[in-house]
């Protein structure tokens, strides 16, 4: 099993940035791919952005291009989101998600996942 533990989340303006972090433990040597999805309320759990974990391909939602950018460290086993420009409409709560086989917004797709956390955007 892969556990995945996510930090970094909290409260921001408009405008501003923040970092995720989610450090990956346990059975990492099957990590294929890692990424964030995020829930906000009322609303469906959707993709946010992921990584290959070896050779560092991503994949980002249209909704965060050019804003959020996605990266690892592969000697701490940690995979961070930095998030700039951030809307209101980034309020949610952040998950941290593996995968053993593929890169994909399918978040069915994804084995593990982390307990998530808050990211609030103020405006």
């Known amino acids: 099993q892969v556990q995945l533990v996510e930090s970094g989340g909290g409260l921001v303006q408009a405008g501003g940035s923040l970092r995720l972090s989610c450090a990956a433990s346990?059975?990492?040597?099957?990590?294929?791919?890692m990424g964030w999805f995020r829930q906000a309320p009322g609303k469906e759990r959707e993709f946010v952005a992921g990584?290959?974990?070896?050779?560092?391909?991503?994949l980002y939602a249209d909704s965060v291009k050019g804003r959020f950018t996605i990266s690892r460290d592969n000697a701490k086993m940690t995979v961070y989101l930095q998030m700039n420009s951030q809307k209101p409409e980034d309020t949610a709560v952040y998950y941290c998600?593996?995968?053993?086989?593929?890169?994909?917004?399918?978040?069915?797709?994804?084995?593990?996942w982390g307990q998530g956390t808050q990211v609030t955007v103020s405006s």
């Open positions: 346990g059975r990492t040597f099957s990590t294929y791919a």
């Open positions: 990584i290959k974990w070896r050779v560092g391909s991503t």
């Open positions: 998600v593996g995968s053993d086989r593929l890169l994909t917004p399918i978040q069915h797709a994804y084995d593990h």
